[in-house]
């Protein structure tokens, strides 16, 4: 059971990033990106249940889309208008099981994550 995020830079406002987050060890249907930012609790910002249907943070609605290809077990993250408010480390986490219903699920509901892909926004 293995995540890895990759995609993650730097850019100046306004700028745009894709995520992509490479499942291996399992197939995951139940998969989300969070971030944190220094000094600040881990938030989620984009999840995407067992059927496909997408949730995301207020703060990120309408500038990114999360998406998933089954056949390569990988999630991603379209992040478009970024501002330094998105500065931070995102995560990938995944759940082993089925999920379903679009909303943001908490930290504690997700077995497996990634080790952190830095994105800086800064002019």
């Known amino acids: 059971v293995h995540l890895v995020e990759s995609g993650g830079g730097s850019t100046q406002p306004g700028g745009s990033l894709r995520l992509s987050c490479a499942g291996s060890g399992f197939t995951y249907t139940c998969m989300a990106w969070f971030r944190q930012a220094p000094g600040k609790a881990r938030e989620g910002v984009a999840a995407?249940?067992?059927?496909?249907?997408?949730s995301y943070a207020d703060s990120v609605k309408g500038r990114f889309t999360i998406s998933k290809d089954n056949a390569k077990n990988t999630l991603y993250l379209e992040m478009n208008s970024l501002n330094a408010e998105d500065t931070a480390m995102y995560y990938c986490a995944a759940e082993g099981g089925y999920c379903y219903g679009a909303f943001l699920r908490p930290v504690r509901e997700y077995t497996y994550w990634g080790q952190g892909t830095q994105v800086n926004v800064s002019s």
């Open positions: 995407i249940d067992s059927d496909g249907r997408p």
